[in-house]
């Protein structure tokens, strides 16, 4: 072979192997990116579920507080009777004559 075909043997070769070294450095990036994007769709999850269970606490806790404020004023619904006769859940009748804000003016 003369020294022109010797060249282009090395040349050929040399792109071979310049070409390999291009593929397996865009492997890599491929299997790095995969790996990445896998570790951050874990710690998404993770955090979703953190976020699940904190939130329901809170709501438990808020829903906890809210039935302490009631039980304090008097409020519970758990605690009061169902019937009841107090003044306040029955609207004042100004025509009504047992009123003491209307009292009956016969004697």
Known sequence: ???RG???TYN????T???????????????????QSTQDSSYT???SS???QTGEQVKNMAQGAAEAVKSTL????ENTPT????????????SNPSNPSNPSTRI
Not at 74 to 77: I, L
């Open 74 to 77: 008097g409020m519970n619904t």
């Open 83 to 94: 019937t009841n006769t107090s003044s306040l859940n029955h609207p004042i009748n100004p």
């Open 12 to 15: 050929a070769g040399e792109l």
């Open 1 to 3: 072979m003369d020294s």
């Open 45 to 47: 999850a993770q955090a």
């Open 17 to 35: 192997g310049q070409a390999q070294a291009k593929k397996d450095d865009f492997m890599n990036q491929c299997k790095e990116g995969l790996n």
């Open 50 to 52: 953190f976020l699940h």
């Open 6 to 8: 010797n060249d282009i």
